[in-house]
């Protein structure tokens, strides 16, 4: 106990706050590495993630694509649709313009035909 009794009060706070510090470092240097191992384990966790990710976005890409594809695919087909639609249309105006008048008059001068040949046969 003489080493204490011959510190003064200044020599003891030096004491004091050398072994603060002391303990303060200790302390620091486990959360550190503590941190360290926590971002090594964060690293491999996204290092995995990314493996996992990156193939799906690229499935995902290439099914985008593919889908568009079918898409314009199927627009074209609607339009072809629709065009066909519209060209059958006005071809069945125009057959029924063309052949609603010679068909109503066939069908007169059949059944005009077929009544005048009942009045011969009952005439006879």
Excluded: F, H, W
């Excluded at 004491?15 to 303060?24: D, H, Q």
């Amino acid at each position: 106990m003489s080493v204490l009794a011959e510190m003064s009060g200044s020599d003891l706070a030096i004491v004091v706050v050398t072994g603060c510090s002391i303990v303060a470092v200790v302390a620091i240097v486990v959360a550190l590495g503590r941190l360290l191992a926590s971002v090594r384990a964060l690293r491999r966790s996204l290092d995995e993630l990314n493996a996992q990710v990156v193939p799906l976005v690229d499935d995902l890409r290439v099914a985008l694509e593919e889908a568009n594809e079918e898409l314009d695919r199927i627009d074209r087909l609607v339009g072809s649709a629709e065009s066909i639609s519209a060209t059958v249309d006005a071809t069945s105006k125009l057959a029924y313009r063309a052949l609603s008048a010679p068909v109503i008059k066939t069908v007169a001068v059949t059944s005009g035909a077929s009544r005048a040949a009942r009045r011969l046969r009952r005439d006879r």
